[in-house]
């Protein structure tokens, strides 16, 4: 079992910055892959970025450059930085975590950018 809680989420104007962050209930390198999604009505819940066990990162093309993903491990934490915000950003955010094949997910944090 996993569980997150995100926070950091609000409202910025385009061109901002937010810094989202999740807690994780266990140790981060037990966990396989960990990793940011957005979702906005009516849409699918897309990838934004992920970070593996060993580190190595993938991030959608629309945030490449803008957003970094990073972990503390000794807080427990996966943390999601994001710069240069556009409109287009609004959405919620979730944090997951892929634990024994199988997707954890927290409750999500509202970031919406102003233009």
């Known amino acids: 079992q996993v569980q997150l809680v995100e926070s950091g989420g609000g409202l910025v104007q385009a061109g901002g910055s937010l810094r989202l962050s999740c807690v994780v209930s266990?140790?981060?390198?037990?966990?396989?892959?960990m990793g940011w999604y957005r979702q906005v009505p009516g849409k699918q819940r897309e990838l934004v970025a992920t970070?593996?066990?060993?580190?190595?990162?993938n991030y959608a093309d629309s945030v490449k450059g803008r957003f970094t993903i990073s972990r503390d491990s000794a807080k427990r934490m996966v943390n999601l930085q994001m710069n240069s915000l556009k409109p287009e950003d609004t959405a919620v955010y979730y944090c997951?975590?892929?634990?024994?094949?199988?997707?954890?997910w927290g409750q999500g944090t509202q970031v919406t950018v102003s233009s």
């Open positions: 997951n975590a892929d634990f024994m094949s199988r997707d954890y």
């Open positions: 970070i593996t066990s060993g580190g190595s990162t």
């Open positions: 266990r140790s981060i390198f037990s966990i396989d892959a």
